[in-house]
T-cell receptor
Framework: QVQLEESGGGVVLPGRSLRLSCAAS????????MHWVRQAPGEGLEWVAI??????????ADSVKGRFTISRDNSRETLYLQMSSLGPEDTAVYYC?????????FGYGLDVWGQGTTVTVSS | SYELTQPPSVSVSPGQTARISCSGD??????TYWYQQKPGQAPVLVIY???VRPSGIPERFSGSSSGTIGTLTISGVQAVDEADYYC??????????FGTGTKVTVL
């Protein structure tokens, strides 16, 4: 079945780095744009980043720009999020999600989500 | 930065109609999307492009948009609809924006 599975979360010291992965299965990964969305404890959803299906276009929320890098390996059907200079404000559940969309246009919504991986930034 | 504002909570009796608003500048000039999230679970897309239901979403969910307000309507609310609901759009720079979220309580 169509599935996204995140991994790589954990407890990390402030200022350190962490890389999240999102493994896709059950659909043609290379035909979808992919997102990272996070949710701090008890808070709402916050969009983090998007990468186009061929990785030529990327965009980030202002809160992570310059610190986070989104990437993908279509041959491995895997999405990544490299996070650096982490701070307590980055503590959240991180979700990956797919969207059928062309770069710069309104797509069909984030229609498949993973179950999330938890990142805790604490000393 | 672009903001989407939702009421923190909406309460409704079973069988009644719940309407959740989402306010943003010139929202009707963009598309609005709606997500349902139950505790401990990932969000689920319930409406895309203002008023389109994805496959598998019950007909009691509908969406509309006019002026600066997008609205998610749940007709004939059921206990299983108790959840948090988030609207979403894209701002003029292309960044994705989520609303503040609304907790729907079924009395």
């Amino acid at each position: 079945q169509v599935q996204l599975e995140e991994s790589g979360g954990g407890v990390v010291l402030p200022g350190r780095s962490l890389r999240l992965s999102c493994a896709a299965s059950g659909f043609t990964f290379m035909t979808y744009a992919m997102h990272w969305v996070r949710q701090a404890p008890g808070e709402g959803l916050e969009w983090v980043a998007i990468i186009s299906k061929d990785a030529t276009n990327k965009d980030y929320a202002d809160s992570v720009k310059g610190r986070f890098t989104i990437s993908r390996d279509n041959s491995r059907e895997t999405l990544y999020l490299q996070m650096s200079s982490l701070g307590p404000e980055d503590t959240a559940v991180y979700y990956c999600a797919r969207e059928e969309a062309e770069a710069g246009t309104f797509g069909y919504g984030l229609d498949v989500w993973g179950q999330g991986t938890t990142v805790t930034v604490s000393s | 930065s672009y903001e989407l504002t939702q009421p923190p909570s909406v309460s409704v009796s079973p069988g009644q109609t719940a309407r959740i608003s989402c306010s943003g500048d010139a929202l009707s000039e963009k598309y609005t999307y709606w997500y349902q999230q139950k505790p401990g679970q990932a969000p689920v897309l319930v409406i895309y492009k203002d008023n389109v239901r994805p496959s598998g979403i019950p007909e009691r969910f509908s969406g509309s948009s006019s002026g600066t307000i997008g609205t998610l309507t749940i007709s004939g609310v059921q206990a299983v609809d108790e959840a948090d609901y988030y609207c979403q759009t894209r701002d003029s720079s292309g960044a994705y924006v989520f609303g503040t979220g609304t907790k729907v309580t079924v009395l």
